[in-house]
Nanobody, 115 residues
Framework: QVTLVESGGGLVQPGGSLRLSCVAS????????MSWYRQAPGKERELVAQ????????NYRDSVKGRFTISRDNAKNTVYLQMNSLKPEDTGVYYC????????WGQGTQVTVSS
C-alpha cells in the first residue's frame, strides 16, 4: 500500500521560511520521481516542484523559482520542500505525490502566510 505523509506546515509571516517533509512508503522510493503540489482555497491543485529519482534534477513553477528548493533523502524515503521568502499567495494545502502513483495523495499540510 502506497502511503504519503506530509508535515511541517504552519502559520508564518510574509518573508518567513518553512520546511515541508513527506515520508513515503509502499514502493521503491529511490527510483521514483517525486513532486510537491499545492491547493489554495477555491482553486485547483497546482504543481509546485519536481525532483527525479537519481541525479537530483529539479523543476519549479515560475512563481517559486529562486525561493523554493525540493530535495530528497532516499535513505529516509523522504522528500523535502524548503520554502523561503514566503508570500501570502503561497498559502494553501501542500501535498507530495509519487509520479508513478498519480492518484495517491496524503492528507496534506496547511501553509498559511499572513501577517
Amino acid at each position: 500500500q502506497v502511503t504519503l505523509v506530509e508535515s511541517g506546515g504552519g502559520l508564518v509571516q510574509p518573508g518567513g521560511s518553512l520546511r515541508l517533509s513527506c515520508v513515503a512508503s509502499g514502493f521503491v522510493f529511490s527510483t521514483a520521481g517525486m513532486s510537491w503540489y499545492r491547493q489554495a482555497p477555491g482553486k485547483e491543485r497546482e504543481l509546485v516542484a519536481q525532483i527525479i529519482s537519481a541525479g537530483g534534477s529539479t523543476n519549479y513553477r515560475d512563481s517559486v523559482k529562486g525561493r523554493f528548493t525540493i530535495s530528497r533523502d532516499n535513505a529516509k524515503n523522504t522528500v523535502y520542500l524548503q520554502m523561503n521568502s514566503l508570500k501570502p499567495e503561497d498559502t494553501g494545502v501542500y501535498y507530495c505525490n509519487a509520479r508513478r502513483y498519480p492518484s495517491t495523495w496524503g492528507q496534506g499540510t496547511q501553509v498559511t502566510v499572513s501577517s
